[in-house]
């Protein structure tokens, strides 16, 4: 077992002496030579989480061109990525099929796919574990080249719909002993302004959803100041009052007499302490004990309305079990009001957060015939309460997840 792990080690060696758009190159390279494997290729899963993208070892497919796209429903991949497992698929008698998730921390990058001749035991515990130093190597690699966010692009990007995905965490999704979380963002046809945030400290879990009102490059101008007024605050250690006031003031300087609705959390993962800012914002839905309610807080008016009356900082109750989602008005809108939220909330409550948020976002979009008029967001959190161990990497999280994953 030490000399397995030392070709895991090998690997992540190989991969960081390579060049970051070599590195699925060197691990396919390896799992060939140490399984006898015809073929590797590695599928992302695309922005708005529907279909896989296939990187292979084709060099027009890591350029971004004429590359595989593979509907995600219902299929294989979906399973993979739905359960968290390896799935093993007989191929014709000539060998083995095998797809392994790969994943960092709760988010569910992709799936890695090997052809190989036999297998055994032994072989599906290296063929996972590679498959999760994989997730470490892309994760690392993507801060230096375009290679996945071209994998990620089946469909043109606007130049507002360029700024609004930059504005997001680099993760969707995120795990830790404490909660996990997920989050998705369905721009509309003429890309609107909403955005969501969340990272993590030593002790506190900080999200944020925000709707700045308008369309186009305006709204996502908008969402800019927004975005980095409240991180700006936070980075500063100012409390949730002020990261408010400060989101406040950037617009009313900066933000052209328009205005942005939102609303900013922060949960001591002791369990000590939830606390939520509602500027204008659609209320959250809480699941609790099968039943799911409106999160009735006090509601301020939005960001850059001009008030004399401070934001209010309220506590909420939130208990282990508990599963709240936020959402932007966009995922009720117009077709997008046939879409009962509550019901779906209800009906997937046995589903991780990321399945949720896609489950959710695929009837909006359904509802409005693929064509939004508002952009359409939503964050799905489940609260397990202060834990004394962490999850599993098995489930798709690491052990003591309290580096900062998201926009830190």
């Not at 470490?136 to 700024?163: K, N, S």
Request: charged share 25%.
């Amino acid at each position: 077992m030490a000399r397995d792990r030392m070709w895991l080690t090998d690997v992540l060696g190989a991969a960081e002496d390579a060049a970051p758009v070599g590195s699925l190159d060197v691990v396919a390279q390896s799992l060939r030579d140490r399984f006898g494997a015809r073929y590797a290729s590695f599928l992302f899963l695309d922005i708005v989480g529907r279909k896989m993208v296939r990187v292979s070892e084709d060099a027009d497919s890591q350029r971004g061109r004429r590359a595989e796209q593979i509907p995600l429903a219902g299929g294989v991949y979906d399973e993979v990525l739905r359960t968290q497992k390896l799935v093993q698929v007989p191929d014709d008698g000539r060998g083995h099929r095998l797809l392994a998730p790969v994943t960092n921390r709760g988010d569910a990058i992709g799936v890695l796919e090997l052809f190989l001749p036999h297998v055994t035991q032994e072989v599906l515990e290296q063929v996972e574990e590679a498959a999760h130093a994989l997730a470490y190597i892309l994760v690392t690699d993507r801060r230096f080249t375009d290679l996945y966010h071209w994998g990620q692009r089946t469909t043109p990007v606007t130049l507002a719909a360029e700024i609004q995905r930059q504005l997001l965490p680099t993760a969707p999704s995120c795990e830790a002993a404490e909660f996990a979380l997920a989050a998705t963002l369905i721009p509309a046809d003429n890309c609107a302004g909403d955005t969501y945030d969340y990272t993590l400290d030593y002790d506190t879990l900080h999200l944020s959803i925000s709707d700045a009102m308008g369309h186009d490059v305006e709204a996502a101008l908008m969402a800019t100041l927004l975005v980095n007024a409240s991180r700006g605050a936070r980075r500063a250690g100012a409390d949730l009052a002020e990261q408010a006031r400060q989101i406040h003031q950037a617009l009313l300087d900066h933000g052209r007499s328009t205005f942005a609705t939102g609303q900013l959390l922060r949960l001591a993962l002791d369990g000590t302490s939830a606390q939520v800012v509602n500027a204008g914002h659609p209320w959250p839905l809480l699941l609790r004990d099968s039943t799911v309610d409106e999160l009735r807080v006090a509601v301020s008016l939005p960001f850059g309305i001009a008030s004399p009356v401070p934001y209010r900082v309220q506590e909420i109750d939130l208990q282990p079990g508990d599963r709240l989602v936020l959402y932007t008005d966009g995922m009720q809108e117009r077709q997008a009001e046939a879409v009962d939220l509550r019901g779906l909330i209800h009906d997937t409550a046995a589903d991780h957060p990321r399945e949720v948020v896609r489950t959710m976002t695929s009837a909006v979009t359904e509802a409005c015939d693929e064509h939004l008029a508002d952009d359409a967001t939503i964050i799905c959190l489940d609260w397990h309460g202060p834990r004394t161990r962490g999850r599993h990497a098995s489930a798709g999280a690491d052990t003591g997840c309290l580096a900062a994953h998201g926009s830190a």
